[in-house]
């Protein structure tokens, strides 16, 4: 797949600038990791906070890789969490994609922000992944996430295995 049938393809999603941060970042990796990287930070299920469920089958279908799509998808995904732009959790099906919320969202939330519940919210919705605890450790004191709600996050999170 070439730059520009991503191009295409992506605009189908939502408007993606050129100088778009993951594009510039992944600049010297293969298109379909590309691809990939632009769908989890812009497809029709992603959400500016970053964590989301994305059933492994709903991405192959979006995506509409050929054949063999799944090895394709796959090698992708270990591909971009060995760069470090996205980690998936094959077990309990959230993505996380470390910078959107910061490209997203912006600097930081305080707690008389309207976005606040809406943020607490989504993390809720993705509480029994490890992948929170990532989310957490990076976001939850600069969006001023409320300390009992990082315990009742964590608590239901599975552990976190290398």
């Not at 691809?35 to 812009?42: C, E, I, K, R």
């Not at 959400?47 to 989301?52: E, K, L, T």
């Not at 939330?109 to 929170?132: A, E, F, M, P, Y």
Request: hydrophobic share 40%; proline share 6%.
């Amino acid at each position: 797949m070439t730059d520009a049938e991503i191009r295409e393809k992506v605009v189908s999603y939502r408007k993606v600038h050129q100088n778009f941060g993951i594009w510039q970042r992944l600049r010297t990796e293969s298109a379909d990791v590309k691809y990939v990287a632009l769908y989890l930070s812009t497809g029709p299920m992603s959400h500016p906070v970053g964590i989301y469920h994305l059933s492994f089958s709903v991405m192959l279908d979006h995506l509409a890789f050929r054949q063999p799509g799944r090895r394709r998808l796959r090698d992708a995904l270990a591909r971009l969490e060995l760069v470090g732009e996205a980690t998936y959790d094959h077990e309990t099906a959230p993505a996380l994609v470390p910078r959107v919320a910061a490209e997203q969202i912006g600097p930081e939330l305080t707690t008389s922000d309207r976005r606040h519940k809406w943020v607490c919210r989504q993390l809720l919705t993705v509480s029994g992944s490890w992948l929170i605890r990532l989310w957490l450790t990076t976001y939850g004191r600069r969006d001023n996430i409320p300390p009992d709600l990082c315990e009742r996050l964590e608590k239901y999170a599975k552990p976190f295995l290398l």
